[in-house]
Nanobody
Framework: QVQLVESGGGLVQPGGSLRLSCAASGSIALINHRAWYRQAPGKQRELVARIFSSGDTDYADSVKGRFTISRDNAKNTLYLQMNSLKPEDTAVYYC???????????WGQGTQVTVSS
């Protein structure tokens, strides 16, 4: 079993920055990838950024060049640095982890990010 706890959301003005964190605990020894998703009101949940066990990353086109995903393996923590935020980035952001072999996905409870003046 895996537990994921996000933090770092909040209200920020357009053009501002936030850093999200996701602390993992439990059976996290073998992982395919960790990722950030987001879901805006009335929209489907979408992938924002993903980091694989190899360290490779990929990003949604809408956030490329503005967001950076990273991890601290010693702390079992995933980060999302969000710069140049736009109102359309407003959403609940969810941390995700996919276990290797089983393919089981775990989710955090979500953290609200609101970009507004």
């Amino acid at each position: 079993q895996v537990q994921l706890v996000e933090s770092g959301g909040g209200l920020v003005q357009p053009g501002g920055s936030l850093r999200l964190s996701c602390a993992a605990s439990g059976s996290i020894a073998l992982i395919n990838h960790r990722a950030w998703y987001r879901q805006a009101p009335g929209k489907q949940r979408e992938l924002v950024a993903r980091i694989f066990s190899s360290g490779d990353t990929d990003y949604a086109d809408s956030v490329k060049g503005r967001f950076t995903i990273s991890r601290d393996n010693a702390k079992n923590t995933l980060y999302l640095q969000m710069n140049s935020l736009k109102p359309e980035d407003t959403a609940v952001y969810y941390c995700n982890l996919e276990q290797r072999y089983s393919g089981v996905n775990y989710w955090g409870q979500g953290t609200q990010v609101t970009v507004s003046s």
